[in-house]
């Protein structure tokens, strides 16, 4: 016959077992929600990848943002387009970085540059700032349709703070 006793301290142990891992998942998501509502600090923060095809060339985009707090709280938006087709012609892809504030304001737009030779990608940095502040980068890319360029937004970067 059991006893009475080991079952209670079963049971005990397994309470505390139960409030100690509800209290470690609130902890948790407590801290995926600071993390996710906060910017990053200084540093480098990445867009997603895009891709799309055009004149069958398949290409690919994406962003970043990069800031410094040790250089005057120094904000760089960069934009790269590459090709996974290979090389492409001179001129064929470009790109435009554009620098956005922290809550998705546009507030400066570098001038597009062009691959100026044969090449699987360029990646074109500018849109730079001294000024302590929350910033992200959106740019845009372009591919040679034959007669014209496209033009392709890429993904916004997240939050970065100089």
């Known amino acids: 016959m059991r006893s009475s006793g080991p079952v209670k301290q079963s049971w005990r142990y397994r309470w505390r077992a139960i409030t100690l891992s509800g209290t470690m998942a609130s902890a948790f998501l407590l801290g995926m929600l600071i993390g996710v509502v906060s910017p990053a600090s200084a540093g480098t923060a990445y867009s997603s990848t895009g891709y799309y095809s055009q004149n069958g060339i398949n290409y690919y985009n994406w962003n970043q943002i990069y800031t410094n707090h040790s250089s005057n709280h120094r904000a760089s938006a960069s934009t790269k387009v590459g090709s996974n087709s290979g090389q492409v012609d001179t001129g064929w892809m470009g790109a435009q970085p554009r620098r ?63």
């Open 100 to 162: 956005f504030n922290g809550s998705g304001g546009l507030l400066k737009t570098c001038d597009w540059a062009y691959n100026w030779q044969p090449s699987m990608g360029i990646f074109v940095s500018g849109c730079s700032t001294n000024s302590h502040s929350v910033y992200a980068s959106k740019g845009r890319t372009r591919a040679w349709h034959g007669t014209g360029y496209y033009t392709y937004a890429s993904f916004l970067s997240p939050n970065q703070n100089s």
